[in-house]
């Protein structure tokens, strides 16, 4: 019988050299490295999912982005060519110090971390996704608000030149806005995304930066934001204005309140197309209820 010992160069580098030494050496390695990669964001552990992630190429692949198309599987590749950098981000209204970012500036100075969200359209689709981001309430607490504040618009990026959408839809009131009442914008929950699944949030998910509101349908959370307005009274927004009768300015998830064209009772999880209840909030109650009193629900 031949019996087979192993040579050093088969053996895992673990087994061949003391533990200590092992592992000093890793972490050697590891800080050396740093400057070449990412530095991966801290997961929030206060978010966690009922259900499995979505994988990447579905939340990727599978997009509403009007500005470059209705067709969500074609989005990833007309938004190709967009130039998500450079980017300026401003903040302007009611406040002590209105300011411009560049999103690299909010990269470095905003407190980046990992969420797990779901996101819930308003056509009944469904996903959950990794995020990297910054709370909003972050952001606008250093242009200082003033009490004036009632309400927070979001302006999308007009680029009619990289956005075929724009060009060929054009009774829609481009470009698009979005608006939250000042307690919804400064709830925890409400999320600045610059990533998704620990990398640079791709043109089709609204690089470079876009929002999310999980309690909300998804036309709430607008993408490629390039700026941010406090205001005394409550905004027009996007599909309010397009189409009054079908999408509302609170859309928060509700399975009981049908679109007037389909039920909310029940959502569809890309890519499969599973189907699950929809939750009251799209299950973030615990987070929001409060703000509504009973209402808007
Ligand atoms: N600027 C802009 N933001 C937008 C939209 C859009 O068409 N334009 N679509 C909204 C809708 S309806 C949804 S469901 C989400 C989709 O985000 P996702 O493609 O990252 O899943 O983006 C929202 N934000
Ligand atoms: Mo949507």
């Not at 692949?61 to 980017?87: C, M, V």
């Not at 309400?151 to 075929?164: A, D, K, L, Q």
Request: with cysteine; glycine share 4%; proline share 10%.
């Amino acid at each position: 019988m031949l019996l087979r010992f192993p040579q050093a160069w088969q053996l895992p580098e673990r087994a061949a050299t003391p533990e200590s030494t092992y592992w000093n050496r890793r972490q050697l390695l590891a800080v050396a490295m740093i400057p070449s990669i990412l530095p991966a964001a801290n997961r929030n552990p206060d978010f966690t999912l009922d259900r499995a992630l979505t994988p990447e190429w579905a939340a990727t692949g599978h997009n509403n982005y009007y500005e470059f198309s209705t067709n969500k599987q074609q989005i990833k590749d007309l938004a190709k060519d967009f130039k998500p950098r450079p980017w300026t981000l401003e903040i302007k209204g009611h406040c002590a110090k209105p300011t411009k970012w560049s999103i690299e500036d909010l990269e470095k100075s905003m407190p980046i971390e990992e969420r797990l969200y779901r996101h819930r359209c308003v056509e009944a689709w469904a996903m959950a996704v990794p995020w990297t981001g910054f709370p909003l309430a972050e952001l606008l607490k250093q242009v200082e608000p003033t009490s004036k504040v009632k309400f927070v618009r979001f302006i999308s990026v007009n680029r009619p030149e990289e956005m075929p959408g724009i060009r060929f839809s054009g009774n829609y009131p481009w470009p698009y806005y979005e608006g939250l009442r000042i307690d919804e914008a400064m709830n925890p929950l409400a999320f600045m995304v610059t990533g998704i699944y620990g990398k640079p949030l791709p043109n089709q998910n609204g690089a470079p930066l876009r929002i999310a509101l999980p309690w909300k349908y998804g036309f709430k959370s607008a993408k490629a934001i390039v700026r941010i307005e406090l205001v005394e009274r409550k905004p027009d927004t996007f599909w309010n204005t397009a189409v009054p009768s079908e999408y509302g300015f609170f859309a928060n998830v509700n399975p009981a309140k049908p679109h007037p064209r389909w039920s909310q009772a029940v959502e569809q999880l890309i890519p499969n197309m599973d189907r699950v209840a929809t939750l009251p909030y799209n299950g973030y109650g615990k987070w929001v209820e409060a703000m509504y009193n009973g209402t808007e629900i």
